[in-house]
DNA sequence: GATGAATGAGTGTTCATTCAT
DNA sequence: TATGAATGAACACTCATTCAT
């Protein structure tokens, strides 16, 4: 690579970020190892540290990177005029959306608590989903779909927190099915006009 | 100490369980150090191992009792005569029992994906969760307190699936009084009648 | 177990040291802890204490009666009238006499390499050994069995070398026939008139 | 040191094969410590994990190096014209290139009773110094310095056996003159023509 | 910029031995 | 005499991080 090429540090370390994504996939932040990573990108642990202060700054670049790229595929198919408004498929969208984050959200929660900085990031990141979702509701709204009457703001942090919860299940076992089930029944009663 | 006695044994390894929960609830599963219980509990490492096969054996059985703890405590906080049966008053009261969980639910979680024995223990617990609350919604449907024709089946996962995120937002800063709005809200609408 | 009888502390200690024998030859003085011993003799641990002065003291007594038993047997054997005077017979039975002793034959050597005192008994066995091969050599001699121009001294320190060399060589995986082939040949061209 | 030189990292492996040796000889395989070869060797501990699996690795490597070494040496040994061929010569030098290597055979020996890889591994090493043997006397056999007669495949069985176990005694107190003299005796007996 | 050898604090675990009862 | 709970020194091994080249 031309290493004297302006923005050969900037690509250098998003092909770190990228790359390093997988690799904390399989096994959690834990048990991934420096010399794992430094491993699969076929370059030297060394390296890693001349982007990244620690290991723990690594990981926040990748988690940033994925819920920025989960976030930006979920808005373009939000924003599809074709798309289902179903809860149902909705549901199937996020949780899809959802999944490589899965093998290490409950990791960030855990840290997050014993770690205040990191807590308002996750805070943060949750409180923009929220104003997604109200967005969102604004839309179904306003086209009708969902009951003029509901609150959205409070509606949207409830509709969230029952996603998060749902998908918490089914990560311990709950099968998706059963799952969405739920998810679908909640939001109907929840948002539907009788 | 008298170690003769008969259940000494027993008394002691409870002692264990109960004594370390506040070391795990500081630092979390990973960073609590075997070390550090015992220094807490002023007995010698090797004590640890007399009672437990490994770090991991004693922290199931911490998690267990606090569980087991939480259960029996909300049973009998549910059962009683003179509760208010508002859902903003169960949902302090549910809160309030898992609140040293919290310390390491996600670390549990975290554990379970890689883990499956560990997933299928929390699977049958979220599981046995869900049925109480099932039982829970049966008695207010008796009671005409909630709508006659919702189906308590699924109502209680969704009912689980909101606390348990909303429970997690909480961890991730939410305030208390945010959950609890979108709580009552969320099951006034789901579960009363106009 | 009547504890005033005379005697009992020499039993107990009999006991002790026969049944843990089984227990050693399984894994090895070095992968055999106390608590396993105890456990097999379904006496406490500290019982051991009370009857030898460690780990060490335990095992040297353990092997000293193997020995004693190996020798006793080795001799009632010898003895016998009928006995087939052949070198092969001798041979296995030897061989099989040494069989419980193998299994950690080699780590009282590996020991007896940094602990003089051991090595010192351990070399006094050995002398005992050749004494024996010597007076039994002497015997075939008288009896025209072997050459009668050898140096029973030497060659009965030869007769043991060889069997600790093929017996060395059998437990290492070189089969029973081709170290009694060769003890045979070995013993033919030795020791048998032309 | 010059790290980036090619081939450092197998130097450096090297060197600390090399003087690991004297270490382990000291006090034995089990009573070496990983921290006491680093000490020894003036690098971390850390670095013996970086070029060796594990303490048993190092050993193993440590003890290839030694028969390496030892088998060398004795080929030149035995191949050089002026060599007196007289049995007591040979003997001397066999003796001297094994001495290293008694402060662990029988640890390695007692080892490979419970460690079935570790077993195949030794039992090899005993054909091959059997054929070596073989060889040797085949070559005694053609000079005439040994009798015609003898099956030197089985004598050469015999002649290993009978050194390994002179070789055993001699390091349990048996004197060196002791063991040369049987060694003479039995040899001339065996070998040599009347 | 890149390397990769070196580090060393940290951690879980074992087990012979002691001693109060 | 017998117990078995308690000890604590030891030890192998890991891994994030540093830094000379």
Known sequence: MARVLPGYREQAKERIITDSLPVFIEHGYHKTTMEEIARHLDISKGTLYLYFKNKEGLFREVVAALRARN???LLDLLQREDLPLTFGYIFDLVMRASEDYAAF???LYAAAIHNKELGEILEEDVREDIMLSREFLDQLKEKGIVKPDIDTCITARGFNALFIGLFTMAQLGISRDEAK?????MCRVWLVKD
């Open 71 to 73: 976030r930006e595929e």
């Open 105 to 107: 959200a409950f990791e």
């Open 181 to 185: 089930q739920t998810w679908e029944e």
